[in-house]
């Protein structure tokens, strides 16, 4: 691969632009990916959360577990939740419990196997070993200026 500097330059660069410039990246590719299929971010990420639970999961627990999510904050993510449900791929028991309709499941299905593809063009060339460092590191990055960060 051809780098934008040298080793000597690419030393001095700065994390926070080029951690910036990955993640813009990522998610622009991703969000297009997935509206291709008729699904928008964080549509794919409460329909992953129900259907990784193997059955109904709690409306606030998907809530609690998705709003740190890109800063998506707890009203944006409800009213994404309340699209979803909306949309038929989820039911809503009086509980609060969300769980996939045949609809849901096949657009969790369908956005599943979108992902899949973006991850396989994301780690082209990139070995677990190196995959592991990047996150450790950005991971150290987080905590060395006092911040947090966790997904599930």
Do not use: C
Not at 13 to 21: D, F, L, R, V
């Amino acid at each position: 691969m051809e780098y934008s500097h040298s080793d000597a330059e690419l030393i001095r660069q700065p994390i926070g632009y080029w951690s910036w410039a990955a993640s813009k990246a990522v998610v622009t590719r991703t969000r297009a990916a997935l509206a291709q299929v008729g699904t928008t971010q964080p549509q794919w990420w409460i329909l992953a959360q129900v259907a990784g639970a193997g059955g109904a999961k709690a409306r606030a627990e998907v809530s609690r577990v998705l709003r740190g999510y890109l800063d998506t904050g707890p009203r944006a993510l409800e009213e994404e939740i309340d699209r979803t449900l909306a949309l038929g791929w989820l039911t809503e028991d009086a509980d609060g419990r969300l769980e996939l309709t045949e609809e849901g499941r096949a657009r969790h299905d369908e956005a599943a196997a979108v992902q899949a593809g973006l991850e396989a063009e994301r780690r082209a060339g990139i070995s677990d070993e190196e995959y592991l460092t990047t996150l450790k590191v950005l991971q150290r990055f987080i905590r060395n200026t006092g911040g947090s960060a966790w997904h599930h």
